[in-house]
C-alpha cells in the first residue's frame, strides 16, 4: 500500500494544540542527569503506543527523554512498513538528523518498529551509522539493548515472539493527557496478500485481560477520559473464552472512563453480539473505522479480505440498525494486482452506496515481502494508479463534507482535548469523532460540554 492520503473526516486525529504538551521525563535541559533519548514515531497508532512502551521501559533504566534531538545521546526512530516508500523514508530521515552526530561524536542512531525485520541485512552498508536494529517483541530488553549500542556494539535483535503482550509494562505517552491508547493484541493471523503485518509483526495474540483493565484502571487514574483500543484486527480479540464484546463490557464498568473507541475492527470478525453490546453501552463510541479495500469482489478475492461486497454492505446495515448516528471510516486501495476500470468503477460505487464519513485512501505498491509482492504481479500503471486514486478522493470529499454540513443545527456532547493550533479557540471531538472547533473559555481539557454545531470548515465542525 501507498501515499496515504486521509480525507479529514470523523477519522482525522485532533488538531496539535498550540505548544507542545510538556513530555514526560523532559524537563528543562540544564540539570538533566542520566543519558538523553530522543523518540521520533513514523506510523500509525499501534507505532505510537509502542514509542511510549519504549520510552517506559527507558526512563526505567535511567534514561531521560528530550524533545530536541540536537540534545540526544540515542536518537531512535520506531518505523512502519505499511506507509510508502518505508524504506527510503527511514533512510531520509536518518540522513536529516545525522548532521546531529557533528556536535555529538558518540550519538547512538537506532531503528525499531516494523521496519526491523526489513532493514537488517541492510543497514550496515546503507547505513552504518545506525548502531540499533529492535524489532516489535525486543521492547522488553530496548534497554540493554541501548546500552549495548552506546558501548559500541552493533545491536540487531529482531526476533519474533508469539507469546510477548508487554504484560506488566507501563508506557510514558506522548499525548494530550485526555485520550490515551491500550494495546489489546499483537500480530494478526488473516495474511492478507498486499499485508506486511503478518510478518513485520508475528501472528495475532490477545494481551490477558486483566493487564487490559489494569491499563485503563491506570489511565482513568490520572484523569484520561477516552481510552482507544488497539489491535491489528482488534475484533477477534480473544482470550480462553473472553470475547471482545466481553472485554468492552468489563471497561465500560471502569469510573471515570467515559469513552471507548477501538481500531482497527475487522469486517469477518462482528458478531451479533458485539453489535449488540456496542448498541447497549453508551461509552462506545458510535463511531467505527470498517476497511473495505476494495468494492469489486474480484479483488477482494485477490486480496484475501475473506468477504465479498454483498457481505460488507450487508454488515453495514446492521452496525446502523443497531447502533444510532453510526459513523464510518474506512481504508480504500487502489491499483491493485490485476485491477481493471470495472473493478475501479465498483469501488465509487461502493463509496455511493455506503456514503463513509471519512477515509484513508491508497494506491498499491509492491511491499516486498507480502504474498501479492511474491505470487502476482503488479500491473496497474502509475499513472493510472494515480488517476484512479484523485477520483477516489474527489468522490470521499463530497461524503465527508455532506457528513460534516449534515451536523450543522444539531447539539453535541464535546470531549475538549486541548486548544487548537492557533491558540484562539478549544480543540474538542464529538462521540462520532469529529473534530470541533470551540470558543475559549467554553470548558477545559477533559471536560465534556454540550454545544451547539453553527458551521463547519467542511473537515471540522464550529461550535457558536
Request: proline letters at 5%; one cysteine or more; glycine letters at 8%.
Amino acid at each position: 500500500m501507498t501515499r496515504l492520503v486521509q480525507i479529514r473526516g470523523t477519522r482525522t486525529a485532533p488538531e496539535p494544540p498550540a505548544t507542545a504538551p510538556e513530555l514526560p521525563g523532559a524537563p528543562e535541559l540544564a540539570g538533566i542527569a542520566g543519558p538523553r533519548v530522543y523518540v521520533e514515531t513514523l506510523g500509525c497508532q499501534m507505532n505510537e503506543a509502542d514509542s511510549a512502551l519504549i520510552v517506559g521501559q527507558l526512563a526505567a533504566r535511567g534514561y531521560v527523554r528530550v524533545p530536541d534531538p540536537a540534545a540526544a545521546d540515542v536518537i531512535l526512530l520506531n518505523t512502519c512498513a505499511v506507509r510508502e516508500k518505508a524504506e527510503e523514508r527511514v533512510y531520509g530521515r536518518t540522513s536529516q538528523l545525522l548532521r546531529h552526530k557533528k556536535d555529538n561524536p558518540d550519538l547512538v542512531f537506532g531503528i525499531t518498529g516494523c521496519m526491523a525485520e526489513h532493514l537488517r541485512d541492510k543497514v550496515q552498508k546503507q547505513a552504518p551509522h545506525i548502531g540499533l536494529v529492535a524489532g516489535p517483541d525486543s521492547y522488553r530488553r530496548i534497554g540493554s539493548l541501548v546500552d549495548r549500542a552506546r558501548a559500541g556494539e552493533r545491536v540487531v535483535d529482531v526476533t519474533l515472539d508469539r507469546d510477548e503482550t508487554y504484560e506488566g509494562l507501563d508506557g510514558v505517552p506522548d499525548d494530550d493527557g485526555v485520550s490515551g491508547q491500550v494495546t489489546i493484541q499483537r500480530g494478526c493471523d488473516k495474511f492478507c496478500t498486499f499485508c506486511v503485518v503478518p510478518y513485520t509483526r508475528g501472528r495475532e495474540r490477545g494481551v490477558v485481560p486483566r493487564e487490559v483493565l489494569r491499563q485503563a484502571r491506570h489511565l482513568a487514574e490520572r484523569g484520561y477520559k477516552e481510552i482507544v483500543l488497539l489491535g491489528q484486527t482488534v475484533n477477534s480479540y480473544v482470550w480462553e473464552d473472553a470475547s471482545f464484546a466481553d472485554l468492552l463490557r468489563a471497561l465500560a464498568a471502569i469510573d471515570g472512563l467515559e469513552r471507548i473507541r477501538f481500531t482497527s475492527p475487522y469486517p469477518v470478525d462482528f458478531t451479533e453480539q458485539l453489535i449488540a453490546t456496542m448498541a447497549e453501552l453508551d461509552k462506545v463510541c458510535p463511531y467505527i473505522h470498517l476497511p473495505a479495500q476494495s468494492g469489486a469482489d474480484r479483488m477482494l478475492t485477490a486480496m484475501k479480505r475473506g468477504y465479498l461486497r454483498a457481505e460488507f454492505v450487508d454488515l453495514v446495515g446492521r452496525l446502523r440498525a443497531a447502533i444510532p448516528d453510526l459513523a464510518l471510516s474506512t481504508d480504500l486501495m487502489v491499483g491493485f494486482c490485476g485491477e481493471t476500470e470495472d473493478d475501479h468503477a465498483e469501488t465509487l460505487s461502493l463509496m455511493r452506496e455506503v456514503r463513509f464519513d471519512s477515509a484513508f485512501m491508497f494506491r498499491y505498491s509492491d511491499r516486498g515481502i507480502t504474498y501479492a509482492a511474491r505470487k502476482l504481479q503488479d500491473d496497474v500503471a502509475d499513472e493510472v494508479k494515480g488517476r484512479r486514486l484523485q477520483e477516489v478522493i474527489e468522490l470521499q470529499e463530497q461524503h465527508t463534507r455532506a457528513s460534516h454540513h449534515s451536523r450543522v443545527g444539531k447539539r453535541e456532547r464535546v470531549l475538549i482535548s486541548g486548544l487548537s493550533h492557533r491558540g484562539d479557540r478549544l480543540l474538542g471531538r464529538t462521540p462520532r469523532f469529529q473534530s470541533v472547533l470551540l470558543p475559549l473559555g467554553t470548558g477545559s481539557p477533559g471536560q465534556t460540554v454540550e454545544v451547539d454545531i453553527t458551521a463547519t470548515t467542511g473537515h471540522s465542525l464550529i461550535a457558536g
